[in-house]
């Protein structure tokens, strides 16, 4: 009975071992993930921000006409 609980004690020792390892692989791309994601947001967010500037100018612009303000 102790070889069959010390077998199944390393056995469990080695899945832990693995699930370890998968788990810092999984938090290393989760990392390169999200700093890809980060990166798109980021030029996202600029680009959405010239946009919508753009828009408001446009608004402004026609509104100005509109009032006879220019």
Excluded: C, N, P, Q
């Amino acid at each position: 009975m102790d070889y069959s609980m010390e077998a199944r004690i390393a056995r469990l020792e080695s899945d832990v071992a693995h699930i370890r390892t998968d788990v810092a692989d999984i938090k290393t791309d989760l990392r390169s993930l999200r700093d890809r994601m980060d990166a798109k947001f980021d030029a996202l967010t600029i680009w959405g921000l010239g946009l919508g500037l753009t828009i408001a100018a446009g608004v402004l612009g026609t509104m100005a006409r509109g009032f006879g303000w220019i």
